[in-house]
């Protein structure tokens, strides 16, 4: 039986591992636009800082690059990195500074990719290439009196997530919102971030992940939003604030963060965090599926990655909100796993053990 479990978890590994098949290829990841009110003979530092940000936050995919000692070195003279710029002109306004509004200039900055990868390198980090996981996004909203409703696919909503994807190198993908996407799934499906109806509509268009968003337009006029982003058998709510555009961009970074920063894992300093848990008695597929799905469920939780499966003990990595107490205190209130007696160590750090209850 347990040689069975230990195949299953292969497969399901291996379609983990081949999940980027349907990935996209996103070009541009050494460039970065800024709009500037105008053309300089060269860059300021301010704007070359702001431009090496955003490359550097773009080709490793972690917006926390940029607090690395040697990426704060680099910003101190960020010319060393830039390639060749150039200038653009625009019909859109920009404050020119002295309180006048001028027809801004669209400055383009190209950074040596080379140089890029090697000052990534030095901070421990990688660049993680230019294929990248698909995300697929569902999106309603709720204004005043008008039903609740699919936002449409030229929405100026729509336009802004899009331009925050690209700041971050991560593709989007829009459903098409046809006959047959109604069909497949309600809006009350969306609204209520019913997860079965989701995903089965979205196998249509074959993401490597899908972003759930509902919307609502206060009587002001005003945006509130929850979103729900689920990849690789995990789940991770966002509860963004301020602004609409600031709450895109929230969006849009934190799903960026978590969905590309496991690609630029560097082997020689990657450290797991989290507590060690270990769930013995999962005898067949369907314990470790319910297992996994009871884990990622828990209040508390907020990621289970499997580390390892022995026999018929499964050992996790688990990072949580609010320590080991608050783990146990949501465990007592829906009690499938309950604890053992022994807590182990393994290489100095403390696995704590659990048996899974049969149903």
Sequence with gaps: MMRNLCNCLLVLVFTGLCSLAQAATVNGLYTAELLVPEQLSQPSDEQLQAGLKAVLIKVSGRSAVVNKSAIVSALRQPAGWLSQFGYQATRTPVSAGDGREVLGQRLVLEFDPVMIDQLLQRSGMKAIGHARPVMLVWMVQERGATPRDFVPQGSQIYAELLKQAGLRGLPLSVPLLDLNDQNALDVSDVWGFFREPILQASERYQPDGVLIGRLVQSAGGGWQSEWLLLKDGQAR???????????????????????????????????????????????????????????????????????????????????????????????????????????????????????????
């Design 237 to 359: 709510s966002i509860s963004p604030s301020g602004a609409l555009s600031e709450q895109l961009k929230q969006v849009i970074n934190e799903s960026a963060d978590f969905s590309l920063a496991s690609l630029g894992a560097s082997s020689f300093d990657y450290v797991e965090t989290g507590l060690q848990l270990e769930v013995a008695n999962i005898v067949d597929i369907e314990d470790y599926l319910q297992l996994i799905d009871y884990l990622r469920q828990l209040p508390p939780v907020d990621v289970a990655r499997v580390s390892s499966v022995d026999a018929d003990r499964v050992l996790f990595r688990v990072e949580l909100q609010g320590g080991i107490q608050a783990l146990e205190q949501a465990i007592r209130l829906n009690p499938r796993i309950m604890p053992t007696s022994r807590l182990s160590n393994r290489d100095a750090e403390a696995v704590y053990t659990y048996r899974w209850q049969q149903q």
